[in-house]
């Protein structure tokens, strides 16, 4: 029984366990994005560096590191200088008062000089690095000619101008580097520039806790150990080697005797980022390897234990530096696979949004094809009786329409007459008449001859008619594997397709810095289009609970910073504690549409010859359509169908209107020799700024109901198939919110019997209705037409009414940008 309960119960152990662990993995988490937001936003971390640039020094007594930095500082965040300033005395006063009082001096200097030439310069940060220059020399020489009882050596001189050029190189460093440490500069990848910048800007902040012991251990050791390890576990031996050697160089400049460091660190950076495919244990035992080897073969005043020590404490840094910061380091950084994924999740939305759109056209070229085949399957299966009725249809008006013997022939003696002449044509056809149907002929036609003779010229006219029949029909086919074989390419095309996306770094700080100014933490932001009403970004956030945050917070904020309103487009979960929120956010439409259809067939039919569609074009754009087939049952319907069929395949591909008419009007005019025709009447309306484009081929007029106003839109174009070229006339017309568009077939418009001008009367049946429901107002149509119709339904009949309505999002915008300038002017 107690084997029983713990095998019970271990299950439970083990999930609550589990769900221990990622309570603490989130909460720790969220501690690092709280003290990292206070370091930020506080300004702590500047203040830290400051301090600790303060007070580092090169070569025992120079001091070129505060001038730089504060003046980078000054002119990329202006409202830290201060804090800054700050930070740089109090370094300096931990060396020396002389220090303090030289730090205070020439930062002054600075500004005043700054501010008094502010009207003589052009270009601030090109002129700044030269400022700092001659504010360094000017008050170094100051101060050592003081210091010396008014003396001045060429030592003196010399070791100025070092000073000065060492200030000059590292404000041009640290206007490149100080960027980089905001957490609202999410740039996907560093060039190799910005990293040395950066590795530059870390080692001189190291030298500031030169003399700093902890139990006997240097802490500058330790912490630029641990730099080269970080930088070669993430980054590989060209980086790590890269950061030793630039690290060693700056503490060996710092401090004489530390100048072995740099062979250490250089040789640690090369076989950790060697060994990094072991993760931190391989990165660890590179470092390890090379403090042995330096320290048992290195300089013999060096100590080979502390040094190890020291190494150890380094390690162990890195064991505790949490993968959420090595991941991250690792995304900026080129070459590395973190990077790689980051930017293959970026370009992943736009191949796909292409790729679906080259699918698009080849659905657009495959319906054509399909289209072409399937006519010259149906006009194969059909041809051959249907020529041979015309071709003695022709004969008989030639010959027996004014023969004696026509009631006989024809009325009485029908299939007799049929057969005779069927097999006279085919005996001819074949090259002579057979004797025993030229004998039936004589006894049954008193015009046998005149028969024959005009059988044989007709069948020139019908062999000629077949051959150019068969030249079509092989074009037919032709067109039909051409578009089958294009749309092969373009799918095949689809699957391949890559492109590049489009960098937005500005856009991705702002929305960085205003998110985070609520408190809202942001793992990642993918924007893939700003472009005005066609807003694309996705969003990573830590699942916080689903309590709406994108909905209520996010979305409003967006609307406010782009100045449009946004919406949720798409909202998933991980699922589990600690997991990921992704969300897209895309633009809302300006207006929405609502429709109403009522359509009835003639006679009270199940088929009807007209068609409708609503088709949502996906670039913000609604199309409403209608087609009818010339007359009725099921052949018009197909044709009506097939028509809208392409029309919503080409508008979805992005074809401009009057490119997509034109298109179908050819191929209702090539593929079928029928006098089978189609009209169309398609309105497509902006949902923007509700604009509305009207095209009306062979159509009945539009109206557009607004309040007690009716407005009649029309245009007169022949139906499509009847010309291979069609000019396609489009009326514009600018809509209001609260309108009702309304379209209607021949049947609808002409359906009123004992009318003499229908759009009169159209106009007042529209405008006595007084509800503004779509649906009840195309009720209310169809009705009126019916009972003023008799109550009969003598055509196919369409009517779809379009409402225009205002898009009210359901959230106000949040005004991010009167906030941030408030908080700015306190």
């Not at 152990?13 to 662990?21: D, F, I, M, S, Y």
């Not at 990329?76 to 008062?97: E, K, N, Q, W, Y």
């Not at 244990?281 to 080897?293: D, E, I, P, R």
Request: some cysteine.
């Amino acid at each position: 029984m107690e084997r029983v309960e713990q095998n019970v119960m271990e299950p439970v152990g083990n999930v609550n366990l589990e769900e221990t662990k990622l309570e603490v993995t989130r909460r720790f988490k969220r501690f690092l994005f709280k003290l990292e937001l206070a370091l930020q936003q506080k300004g702590m971390m500047l203040f830290l560096i400051g301090f600790l640039l303060g007070r580092a020094l090169i070569l025992s007594h120079l001091t070129p590191f505060a001038l730089p930095f504060f003046a980078s500082v000054f002119m990329i965040r202006r409202d830290r200088a201060p804090i800054v300033f700050i930070g740089l005395l109090s370094g300096a006063l931990t060396l020396s008062i002389g220090n303090l009082v030289y730090t205070f001096a020439v930062i002054s200097l600075f500004l005043i000089a700054f501010r008094l030439s502010r009207q003589f310069r052009k270009e601030e940060l090109n002129a700044l690095p030269f400022f700092v220059f001659f504010t360094t020399i000017t008050v170094k020489l100051a101060f050592t000619y003081v210091n010396q009882q008014q003396t001045l050596s060429l030592y003196d001189g010399l070791m100025a101008l070092i000073e000065a050029g060492l200030t000059f190189i590292l404000t041009l460093i640290f206007m490149q580097s100080i960027p980089l440490l905001s957490i609202h500069k999410r740039k996907t990848s560093l060039k190799t520039e910005e990293i040395v910048s950066l590795i530059i800007l870390l080692a001189s902040i190291l030298t500031g806790t030169i003399g700093w012991r902890l139990y006997g251990l240097s802490v500058e050791h330790i912490f630029s150990r641990y730099l080269v390890l970080l930088f070669a576990y993430v980054a590989g031996a060209t980086v790590g080697s890269t950061v030793g050697v630039v690290t060693g160089l700056i503490f060996s400049l710092a401090n004489v005797s530390s100048f072995y460091q740099m062979s250490l660190l250089a040789f640690g950076g090369l076989l950790g980022g060697l060994l990094k495919e072991g993760k931190k244990f391989g990165a660890a035992a590179g470092m390890l390897v090379a403090t042995l080897l330096i320290g048992m073969y290195g300089e013999e005043n060096v100590s080979l234990i502390p040094t190890l020590y020291e190494t150890l404490a380094a390690i162990m840094l890195l064991f505790l530096t949490p993968r959420n910061l090595t991941e991250r380091v690792a995304k900026h950084i080129p070459g590395t696979p973190e990077h790689s994924h980051h930017q293959q999740q970026y370009l992943k939305k736009i191949r796909d949004v292409t790729a679906n759109r080259v699918e698009q056209f080849s659905s657009v070229f495959q319906a054509l094809s399909k289209s072409f085949a399937q006519s010259g399957r149906l006009h194969e299966e059909t041809s051959e009786e249907r020529e041979l009725d015309y071709f003695l249809g022709n004969v008989t008006e030639k010959t027996c329409q004014t023969c004696f013997k026509k009631e006989q022939c024809w009325t009485k003696n029908f299939h007799k007459t049929y057969e005779l002449m069927r097999e006279a044509t085919l005996d001819l056809e074949e090259g002579t008449l057979s004797g025993s149907v030229a004998r039936e002929m004589e006894k049954h036609c008193v015009r046998a001859k005149r028969v024959q003779e005009v059988i044989q010229q007709e069948l020139a006219h019908l062999q000629a008619n077949q051959k150019l029949k068969q030249q079509v029909q092989e074009s037919r086919k032709l067109v039909a594997d051409q578009l089958l074989g294009v749309s092969k390419v373009m799918d095949d095309f689809a699957k391949e397709i890559q492109k590049e996306r489009e960098n937005h770094h500005n856009q991705e700080e702002q929305i960085h810095e205003a998110l985070q100014s609520f408190g809202l933490e942001v793992e990642k932001i993918d924007i893939y289009s700003l472009q005005k009403g066609n807003v694309d970004i996705d969003m990573v956030f830590p699942y916080a609970g689903g309590h709406g945050e994108c909905e209520k917070l996010v979305a409003p904020m967006l609307s406010d910073i782009l100045g449009e309103t946004i919406l949720v487009q798409n909202e998933e979960y991980t699922g589990f504690p600690g997991g990921y929120c992704y969300a897209t956010f895309r633009s809302a439409k300006a207006f929405v549409v609502e429709t109403g259809v009522a359509f009835a067939a003639k006679g009270g039919g199940l088929v009807s010859g007209d068609c409708y569609s609503t088709i949502d074009l996906g670039v913000g754009k609604y199309a409403v359509a209608i087609s009818d087939g010339m007359g009725n049952g099921v052949r018009a319907h197909h044709e009506s169908n097939e028509t809208l069929n392409l029309l919503q395949k080409i508008l979805q591909s992005g074809i401009d209107e009057k490119v997509a008419i034109k298109s179908i009007n050819s191929v209702l005019s090539l593929r079928t020799t029928d006098e089978i025709f189609s009209t169309l009447d398609l309105s497509i309306i902006d949902l923007q700024n509700a604009t509305a484009k009207f095209l009306k081929i062979g159509s009945s007029p539009s109206f557009i109901k607004r309040g007690s106003k009716i407005i009649k839109i029309e245009a007169g174009n022949l139906p499509m198939g009847i010309l291979r070229e069609v000019d396609v006339d489009i009326v514009s017309e600018q809509l209001k919110a609260g309108d009702l568009l309304i379209m209607m077939s021949d049947g609808v418009f002409e359906g009123a019997k004992h009318v003499e001008n229908h759009d009169l009367w159209m106009k007042r049946k529209i405008g006595e209705i007084e509800t503004n429901d779509p649906q009840e107002v195309a009720d209310l149509i169809m009705e009126k037409v019916i009972r003023a119709g008799g109550g009969g339904i003598e055509d196919d009949m369409t009517v779809v009414v379009t409402k225009i309505e205002h898009n009210m999002p359901k959230w106000a915008a949040i005004p991010v940008t009167k906030l941030k300038k408030k908080k700015n002017a306190s």
